[in-house]
């Protein structure tokens, strides 16, 4: 997913997905990256007013933000405190184009701020989703929402204008790596007009939470999962999401093949030119 930019509203998430790579921001505040991640949560309130800020910088050059780049920006808490909302009205008071990262459905309050975005080619919605199966969905990302009001919500989104794409990402090995033709038809269905893969990757302290999940959770398959995360390992975060090794190019074969008969598109581009100040736009109208 190309960005310049990448902006947090929350640290923390409330979703609490097992594999989440964040989880070890959390552990270098000296907070658990297990509970602590999920509970303890930061917020940024100001973090309109600084995006406005920024913007209203001589010199600043527009680029593509990404939202949500390390936690969800529509996790619950944005429901009371509305920081991701605040920031998306910023961005279309500037004409700044965003990506949104997201696993939840609460998106859809801002459907109309959303739509509008869109219409200048100013927003693309990225939807994660790794697997249909609600109950290892439910185990896996305890507090997200399930494969099917996700799929509606991208279908709602679609339906709006909105461009959104699927994130099949993390694919776990053995445990959803048979999901990938599944999940792309079904995005593909809902609307997604572009898809993204990325393989597990675990680090520092999530791999022994990881570790210890499978333990609970998926004993029979523990240690074979841990062994192809090991064996498709890259040693840069690209390389890793690419994955390497036989069974890594396997995985993207497939996926490719799978985008291609589907018909997938690639992710659209946004508009940078448009980028200017609040209420510019409307003079120029008066006096055009
Ligand atoms: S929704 Fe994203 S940020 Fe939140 S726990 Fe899951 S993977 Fe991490």
């Known amino acids: 997913m190309p960005f310049d930019y990448g902006a947090n509203p929350y640290r923390g998430c409330e979703h609490g997905c097992i594999y989440c790579y964040a989880r070890e921001r959390h552990a270098e505040l000296g907070l658990s990256p297990g509970l602590d991640f999920e509970s303890r949560l930061f917020d940024k ?15 600043y050059k527009p680029g593509i933000i990404a939202l949500g780049t390390a936690t969800d920006c529509y996790q619950p808490i944005e429901r009371a405190l509305k920081i991701t909302r605040a920031m998306l009205e910023v961005l279309l008071a500037w004409h700044h184009p965003v990506r949104i990262i997201t696993k939840a459905t609460l998106i859809l309050r801002d459907l109309e701020l959303l739509r509008e975005l869109a219409a200048s080619h100013l927003l693309v919605v990225h939807f994660s989703l790794i697997t249909l199966d609600d109950e290892l969905s439910r185990r896996l990302e305890p507090r997200a929402a399930g494969p099917g009001p996700r799929l509606r919500a991208m279908e709602r989104l679609a339906g709006a204008g909105v461009p959104v794409g699927v994130m099949l990402a993390p694919v776990i090995p053995i445990l959803t790596d048979g999901d990938i033709e599944t999940v792309l038809g079904a995005a593909r269905h809902a609307g997604a007009s572009f898809a993204e893969m990325g393989l597990l990757r675990l680090s520092g302290a999530v791999h022994g939470l990881f570790a210890q999940w499978l333990a609970e959770h ?70 055009g």
């Open 45 to 59: 309130p100001h973090a309109a007013a600084l995006l406005h800020k920024t913007f209203s910088r001589a010199g």
């Open 218 to 287: 998926a004993p029979d398959s523990a240690r074979r999962c841990l062994a192809r995360v090991a064996e498709t390992a890259g040693s840069s975060m690209a390389q890793s999401l690419q994955g390497q090794g036989p069974y890594a190019h396997m995985l993207q074969q497939r996926f490719a093949l799978a985008r291609r008969r589907l018909g997938f598109g690639v992710s659209p581009d946004l508009r940078l030119d448009l980028f200017r100040p609040p209420g510019s736009g409307q003079q120029l109208e008066l006096f």
